[in-house]
């Protein structure tokens, strides 16, 4: 179809088809700052048509397909024109900067820190008055943990969304958000914001009509009135919180009805085979990235299609909504990013970034190699991680991931256990001696942290800590033992080092900075007490904070040491996120090295993950290096590297 003909056919739709229920909460007063309802300039309108026919032909092909109904489809062009004309002038500008650049956040700039609100700084005011923290901190990337209306007690960390178009009370307003959202772009920093869009909590209002058996509502999720169907779901679908939530149904009594739940009873799984559905979560997805949000993290978007007989993950429809999500973002709001969180194996992360011609999510979750990497400190063994960096590298260059060493939730130990079991590895043996090592009963470990869903059944478990506490700080700090501490600081270090070298964008756990340990606090509260990710989920500990200058403290000590690599890594351009990275031999099971390439400089960076010292049996013979913390000049040639020591060697040119 001709570019001219598919505008005419938007243009006709938007007059003809009236807008259905824009969903109850858009309907309601506009507040204030929205009350004037901004006419579009001819250059505008040209922009809005331009993309909106650059997509138009594919967005509905698949709409169609999914849904077959054209009457919505019609709904959803005419919204999507109503969010552009809503989005205000400063984000348009972003919007066409980004647009011509759309290789902006792909640079070695980009450095992320991730945060609850509340436990950052109170409130989004709060956040705000703590800028210049993240930005002496050179983070330019701020990820504002789940922040919209939840029930406390009945939350999941705010990943319960009682309203989408509504903040915590404790924690602001949308106002407070927009302020927050326009302050952090003046000083360059990027916000990120997770979109749960797999489920509601109970709390929500189409959950409580669906409760009192409003027909509508029910089809927006999935209700059974007998356990026949759920039955048989079971019987192929995983279950995502074995212990603290077992099974993937929960019965209303109340309702006289069960209702699909795969995360907490609470979290009532989304229907996305009902278009309306679709469209409403589009709306609320637009709602909130017009008020200033750079990332959108698409919170468990594996999950979000079911299928009886499968096991409801990565089934092929995600990929269409998530397409589909990607094309209606770049014709209302270009500038914005999407990041998938798959936390899934290798192979079914991948397909998330779509193809490059049909891209769906911009950015993913490194998540296996996290895992990896904490194996590799537990086994003292490097060879699974140079696996799967190599596999990472040999990726198209333009997936970006994230890479972190920790972030809110547990991990999980989603290992390649095929390539384990070659080296005579046994999977559940092998979670166990992990479990156990960073438990520290193991492996003469010094980590400290605690079993997240352990499963009775199969075995399996979980953990959570801080990387302070999983590199041992926590315990050489309770132990007052200075020999323990240099080295667990050491080894924290070198981590991060390593994080920063792997390829794509690195996000900080807030308190990694200033090597927070774990808090054992939320054993005390009753709404945190069996959930043991909030061992990692403390405030922020701005006493540690207000010693980032003073290198005699711990915390002064990691923070300035982060400092100086995160100034190198911002200012050598082989540390570009597109730059060419590989893995180089070093015959030593211990040592890491790799290299990485971008317009004639060259970096290669050994990591050693052990506490005993090593010879790095490189032998990179075209010249000579510089050590970029250092300033040593070597030749990477049989390099020694003490005890969970690390290089960054640049070649001189
Ligand atoms: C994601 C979040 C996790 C939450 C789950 C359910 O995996 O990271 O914290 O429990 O989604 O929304």
Redesign the pocket.
């Known amino acids: 179809m001709s570019k001219k003909k598919s505008r005419n056919r938007t243009n006709k739709m938007r007059t003809t088809v009236k807008t259905q229920n824009v969903s109850a909460k858009s309907q309601a007063a506009p507040k204030a700052r929205e009350a004037v309802k901004p006419q579009l300039s001819v250059e505008e309108e040209a922009c809005y048509g331009r993309r909106f026919s650059h997509h138009f032909d594919e967005l509905k092909w698949l709409y169609m397909e999914l849904y077959d109904n054209s009457s919505m489809f019609a709904e959803l062009c005419d919204n999507l024109h109503r969010f552009y004309e809503e989005r205000n002038r400063d984000l348009k500008t972003q919007d066409l900067e980004r647009e011509k650049n759309p290789e902006w956040y792909k640079t070695n700039e980009m450095l992320g820190m991730m945060f609850y609100i509340d436990n950052f700084a109170g409130n989004m005011k709060g956040v705000e008055s703590k800028l210049d923290y993240i930005e002496k901190s050179n983070v330019n990337y701020i990820h504002l943990m789940p922040f919209l209306d939840t029930v406390e007690g009945r939350s999941?960390?705010g990943?319960?969304v009682a309203d989408f178009r509504k903040v915590q009370e404790k924690l602001g307003s949308m106002e407070d958000l927009e302020d927050l959202t326009v302050a952090c772009h003046k000083k360059g920093i990027n916000v990120c914001m997770?979109f749960?869009m797999?489920?509601t909590s109970e709390d929500h209002e189409w959950a409580k009509r669906a409760r009192a058996g409003e027909g509508e509502y029910m089809s927006r999720y999935f209700f059974f009135d007998n356990y026949s169907i759920p039955a048989m779901y079971e019987k192929t679908v995983p279950q995502?919180f074995p212990t603290t939530a077992p099974g993937n149904f929960t019965w209303l009594p109340d309702a006289g009805h069960f209702v699909m739940t795969s995360?907490?009873p609470y979290?009532w799984d989304l229907n996305y085979k009902n278009p309306r559905v679709f469209n409403e979560m589009m709306y609320n997805f637009l709602y909130l990235a017009n008020k200033g949000i750079d990332i959108i993290r698409i919170?468990?978007v594996p999950y979000i299609w079911k299928e009886l007989g499968t096991q409801c993950r990565n089934l092929p429809q995600v990929h269409t909504i998530v397409r589909m999500m990607r094309m209606i973002g770049e014709i209302v709001c270009p500038g914005i990013l999407l990041l998938g969180?798959v936390?899934m194996e290798p192979e079914k992360v991948v397909p998330y970034f779509g193809t490059v011609e049909k891209p769906e999510c911009h950015m993913l979750y490194n998540v296996t190699t996290m895992a990896t990497t904490w194996h590799t400190i537990a086994t003292r063994n490097v060879h699974l991680l140079k696996q799967q960096l190599d596999i990472v590298n040999r990726l198209p260059k333009d997936y970006v991931f994230l890479n972190y060493l920790r972030?809110?939730?547990d991990i999980g130990w989603g290992l390649d256990y095929e390539s384990l079991k070659a080296e005579g590895i046994d999977e559940r043996a092998h979670k166990k001696y992990l479990n156990d090592y960073f438990q520290g009963y193991a492996g003469e470990s010094c980590s400290r942290g605690e079993l997240y869903n352990a499963d009775p059944v199969t075995g399996d478990a979980r953990f959570c800590g801080t990387t302070a506490s999983m590199c041992g700080i926590e315990k050489a700090g309770f132990e007052q033992d200075m020999e323990a501490m240099e080295q667990a600081i050491q080894k924290d270090i070198m981590l991060h080092a390593y994080m920063f070298m792997q390829s794509g964008i690195p996000v900080l756990y807030s308190g990694d900075e200033v090597a927070q340990v774990n808090d054992y606090s939320y054993k005390e509260d009753p709404n945190k007490a069996d959930d043991s990710?909030y061992i990692h989920r403390g405030p922020m500990r701005w006493d540690l904070a207000e010693h980032v200058d003073d290198e005699n403290t711990v915390e002064g000590q990691v923070y300035q040491r982060l400092q100086q690599l995160e100034k190198i890594r911002k200012s050598e351009k082989a540390f570009m996120t597109n730059a060419d990275t590989w893995t180089i031999e070093t015959w030593d099971a211990g040592v890491l090295c790799i290299g990485r390439y971008y317009d004639g400089d060259k970096i290669l960076g050994l990591f050693n993950f052990t506490e005993y010292d090593k010879t790095a049996w490189i032998n990179e013979t075209d010249g000579e290096y510089i050590e970029l913390l250092t300033g040593k000049v070597l030749q990477p040639i049989g390099v020694n590297i003490p005890a969970y020591g690390f290089y960054y060697l640049k070649k001189i040119n």
């Open positions: 999941d960390g990943y319960a997770d749960v797999n489920h995502v995360f907490y979290q919170d468990a969180e936390v972030c809110h939730d990710r």
